[in-house]
């Protein structure tokens, strides 16, 4: 497989690290993108992965603001090279329900988790379309199929993954340029274990499979999807839940 550059959203932490770690481990040069205020995450961040040596970097990123993406996007291109695979995990919860949510948690769940998925793909696509190849990866959720008690705009934000996913798969097929979801269940990340324990079992007895998934299940997932080997896969969405929603 050739050395393919990775762009990977939500890159510091629960999916985004195992993502960019599986990524690096199947050879390709990984760009993790998150939000650059916190040192100590960053920090935290670079000695998990600190075994990929500079396959994997750091770039800090704002995707609800579209034109710092496109510095962002800018900056990537000039230093690294032209991006390859572009994978929108970049997430929040601002959890509760309808009746009781105001303005600022709607807005800010659908700027990271859906208008994020616009304002960073679109400054790469066209060099994917120019040069002939390309992955394009968004992280949606089990939530976006059946709808969650209290994630109105997290469910909303997450189905409207699924339009992107399929509109966009059918505008760039016949460039080389493949676009699929991926659909991860209840997983070991720290927002699932920070859920009460009673709560969590009451998860866990309705997983099929009787257990929480690893992220590193939903990388290996997106590896696949991202691989020159997925060519004649587009517009699909992958779900990796155990059994929790079959469809």
């Not at 696509?125 to 390309?134: E, K, Q, T, V």
């Not at 070991?188 to 009673?198: F, G, H, K, Y």
Request: aromatic share 8%; glycine share 10%.
């Amino acid at each position: 497989m050739s050395e393919r550059l990775a762009v990977v959203t939500g890159g510091i932490g629960g999916l985004g690290t195992a993502i960019c770690l599986q990524l690096a481990a199947s050879g390709r040069r990984v760009v993790a993108a998150d939000l650059g205020a916190r040192e100590e995450r960053i920090a935290a961040f670079r000695q998990e992965v600190a075994a990929h040596g500079d396959r994997i970097a750091f770039r800090p990123i704002d995707v609800s603001d579209f034109h710092a993406c496109k510095e962002f996007a800018d900056d990537v291109a000039a230093t690294f090279g032209p991006v390859d695979i572009v994978v929108n995990a970049a997430g929040i919860t601002r959890d509760t329900t309808l009746r009781k949510m105001d303005l600022s948690f709607w807005q800010d769940v659908m700027r990271v988790n859906l208008d994020s998925a616009f304002n960073v793909t679109r400054h790469f696509i066209d060099s994917m379309c120019d040069r002939g190849f390309g992955r394009i990866v968004n992280i949606s959720s089990v939530n976006g199929q059946t709808g969650q008690f209290g994630q109105t705009n997290y469910s909303a934000a997450k189905a409207g993954l699924h339009g992107f996913t399929m509109a966009l798969a059918r505008e760039v097929a016949r460039k080389g340029v493949t676009v699929n979801s991926v659909s991860p269940g209840y997983c070991r990340t720290q927002l699932v274990m920070n859920i009460a324990e009673n709560i969590r079992n009451d998860i866990i007895a309705k997983i099929p499979v009787g257990r929480l998934g690893e992220p590193s299940e939903i990388a290996r997932a997106v590896d696949f999807l991202t691989s020159d080997d997925a060519g004649f896969i587009t517009g699909a969405n992958l779900p990796v839940n155990g059994g929790y929603f079959m469809d």
